[in-house]
């Protein structure tokens, strides 16, 4: 599986981005992806997780409310769509994929999740 993630950059707060990421390499259907973020000094987070197949969704309290994740099953693209930013959404997000399961759906662990692209940094000036 190759993930290219794509969309980062520099917003106001307040502000809006869309993060996009680019699936290749098989058929994703048994698939669960996510968007995770990780700024310095802190260990890397769930932000938001999809299940390929239905498009059930779940979301870190954090970004509820403000953030949506989606994917387009024809382009073999999930996306996140960041609104309202916060300074504290300033991370580097990363996709990753995971093969679904009922654990891993519950727990969106990131050492559950076995590919992940490159990351793309989001930055909210205050």
């Known amino acids: 599986v190759q993930l290219q993630a794509s969309g980062g950059g520099l917003v106001q707060a307040g502000g809006s981005l869309r993060l996009s990421c680019a699936a290749s390499g098989r058929t994703f259907g048994s698939y669960v992806m996510g968007w995770f973020r990780q700024a310095p000094g802190k260990e890397r987070e769930l932000v938001a997780g999809i299940i390929w197949s239905s498009g059930s969704t779940k979301y870190a309290d954090s970004v509820k409310g403000r953030f949506t994740i989606s994917r387009d099953t024809a382009k073999n693209t999930v996306y996140l769509q960041m609104n309202s930013l916060k300074p504290e959404d300033t991370a580097v997000y990363y996709c990753?994929?995971?093969?679904?399961?009922?654990?891993?759906?519950?727990?969106?662990?990131?050492?559950?999740?076995?590919?992940w692209g490159q990351g793309t940094q989001v930055t909210v000036s205050s």
């Open positions: 990753a994929a995971a093969t679904l399961s009922v654990n891993v759906w519950a727990t969106m662990a990131v050492q559950d999740f076995g590919s």
